[in-house]
């Protein structure tokens, strides 16, 4: 495999920006696309790249008002940019969510799992990108796609739109948590974004675009477990439980890329803490 890797990377944002900080030693170069989805064609963008590394799209809850743009940016401009992927030989790696996923009774799903139910249209956009890239290995592309956990922990573009990390952020102000109060009890799985770079390095290092799909999860966890973590910094949080029938409880089961070498080594207590800490600072 070729060491001196040049990648095209789509979008700056939260994983990306950690990512940043370490990429893999095989990557010589790296491009910041320019432009923004879906005015770019993707087919001007692929001269001596290597790889593309496609972080760009929106979620939640920027296409709230409007739920055809997730579809347009998340799914379309991915398959237009995966057959100019296939037409140059070009690998993509395409990081996807747990939120396709759907279970009720705690069950840790694997990639093949049956329970896929997309929770909303960002996550139908995102799963209906996977099929797309799929479905372009006859055409000779190479995919890795990626099923992270929700996000957490800090990074120089942190989000605050996820759970984790938007919770630390009201601790800090004096907000109370706000939660049904089923989801204390709920699982969920959660993915340190440290994890999530250190994935996008294993999966390049090991040419590991084989079309397959890989979960990657650091914890899997109730938001129980996090209010009580967040605790731990912030004594004085309150939790403010709202009613609320049904909801969604799993877990992912990542032993798939386990079973290859990679070992996810952040925590939520760690995560936490970091994010604290980057709000007092």
Known sequence: MKKDLTILLTGEGYIASRWLQSPSSQVKKIIRMQGRIPSVDPSTLLDNIDIVLHCAGISPPQADNDPTQYDVINRQWTALLGQA????????FF????????????ALLAEDTRCINPQDPYAQSKYDAE????????????SALVRFGSVFGAAPRISFDRVVNKFVRQAYTGAPLTLWGPA???LHPYTYVGDVAKAINFVIEH??????IYNVVSENATLGDIVEHIRNIFPSVTVTEIDHAGGFSFGMDDTKIRAL???PEGTLAQGIAEVAAALRG
């Open 85 to 92: 992927c296939a037409a140059r030989g070009v690998r993509i």
């Open 207 to 212: 040419d590991l675009f084989d079309n397959g």
């Open 131 to 142: 099929v797309e890239l799929r479905a372009l290995a006859s055409q000779g592309l190479r």
């Open 184 to 186: 204390l009890k709920q």
């Open 95 to 106: 990081p996807s969510g747990s939120n396709i996923y759907n279970a009720v009774d705690g």
């Open 261 to 263: 070498g990679f070992s």
